[in-house]
Nanobody, 127 residues
Framework: VQLQASGGGLVQAGESLRLSCATS?????????AGWFRQAPGKEREFITG????????IYADSVKGRFTISRDGAKSTMYLQIDNLSPEDTGVYYC????????????????????WGQGTQVTVSS
């Protein structure tokens, strides 16, 4: 499985971005979990959001609820992260990631559970 993240850039506070994560190498079935992590400068990688590819469940970190929206297009094998009302605290490298799990609704927040990682896309928000 390969993941390719894109869509990052330099934006001003209050603007929006949509990140994309193209998957390839193996079709994602309903048993896959995919998500986004963020690593801010000088900080550890943190969980942002995740979804079951089946559409049965999505979860968000409390810090991003209401501003971040995760989605996927199965036909395009692509996952998205819509980020609205960006703030400088959102600056960091955003990684898309995935793992296979037959647990129907569970989505892990632990990066160690994710087996496949994209290269990351940089988001920089100026004030």
């Amino acid at each position: 499985v390969q993941l390719q993240a894109s869509g990052g850039g330099l934006v001003q506070a209050g603007e929006s971005l949509r990140l994309s994560c193209a998957t390839s190498g193996r079709p994602f079935t309903t048993s896959w979990v995919a998500g986004w992590f963020r690593q801010a400068p000088g900080k550890e990688r943190e969980f942002i959001t995740g979804l079951r590819w089946s559409g049965s469940n999505t979860i968000y970190a409390d810090s991003v609820k209401g501003r971040f929206t995760i989605s996927r297009d199965g036909a395009k094998s692509t996952m998205y992260l819509q980020i609205d009302n960006l703030s400088p605290e959102d600056t960091g490298v955003y990684y898309c990631t995935a793992y296979y799990s037959q647990m129907k609704f569970k989505i892990s927040r632990d990066s160690h559970d994710y087996d496949y990682w994209g290269q990351g896309t940089q988001v920089t928000v100026s004030s």
